[in-house]
């Protein structure tokens, strides 16, 4: 079975500091790796994802992810932080095989001014 | 516009009441599934289907049911909600694959 771990439940940085958001998988097949974002009282939206293409994965609000398949990992990092990205990141797995896609538990950035 | 449209986006029922929440896609995706998302816990699947007709558990499916009659819904039914199922749903549908998924806005339950 497939599974995410994020660890840690809470990451504070100041504002133009690096952020980098940990995320381990564990797959039995090669996966597709997400990251979503949720901001307060908002639903899910996606930041990037892998899918089997370039291993360093660009997405939304200057946020990218490189795949490491050596060492299962698909850290999330963003130069210089904005007081706006602080939320919710979630990492999640999915399964070639029957679609399913399992989530982390979650971590929340907070960005000190 | 591809979306999936869930219905209500907030219910406040009482222990015992049957309820339905509703998902639609029109997207013509084969897969959908139900999520709750709980602090702490992240978003843990609840019900899948793989087609129409085909559906199976998730990790945590106990009080819940689903059904899939036609390719574009997927309601999730509580048949008798108690308070432990008060949490936040989510739907979502994609095509067969696992290459993206399309989530609805969010459900917010609570069961007093």
């Known amino acids: 079975a497939q599974s995410v771990t994020q660890l840690g439940s809470h990451v504070s940085v100041s504002e133009g500091a690096l952020v980098l958001l940990r995320c381990n998988y564990s797959?039995?097949?090669?996966?597709?790796l997400f990251w979503y974002v949720q901001y307060p009282n908002q639903g899910l939206q996606l930041l990037l994802k892998?899918?089997?293409?370039?291993?360093l994965v660009k997405g939304i609000n200057g946020f990218e992810a490189e795949f490491k398949k050596s060492e299962t990992s698909f850290h999330l990092t963003k130069p210089s932080a904005h007081m706006s990205d602080a939320a919710e990141y979630f990492c999640?797995?999915?399964?070639?095989?029957?679609?399913?896609?399992?989530f982390g538990k979650g971590i929340t950035l907070s960005v000190r001014p | 516009e591809a979306q999936v449209t869930q219905n209500p986006r907030y219910l406040i029922t009482v222990t015992g009441k049957k309820l339905t929440v509703t998902c639609s896609q029109n997207?013509?995706?084969?897969?959908m599934s139900w999520y709750r998302q709980d602090p702490g816990l992240g978003l843990r699947q609840i019900y899948y289907?793989?087609?129409?007709?085909?559906?199976d558990k998730g990790d945590v499916p106990e009080g819940y049911k689903v059904s899939r009659k036609e390719k574009r819904n997927f309601p999730l039914i509580l048949e008798s909600p108690s308070p432990n199922q008060t949490s936040l749903y989510f739907c979502?549908?994609?095509?067969?694959?696992?290459?993206?998924?399309?989530f609805g806005s969010g459900t917010r339950l609570t069961v007093v």
């Open positions: 979502a549908s994609s095509y067969q694959g696992g290459r993206g998924y399309t």
């Open positions: 797959s039995s097949v090669p996966p597709y």
């Open positions: 892998y899918t089997s293409a370039a291993t």
């Open positions: 999640a797995v999915s399964d070639r095989a029957n679609s399913k896609l399992t």
């Open positions: 997207m013509n995706h084969e897969y």
């Open positions: 289907s793989m087609n129409v007709e085909v559906t």
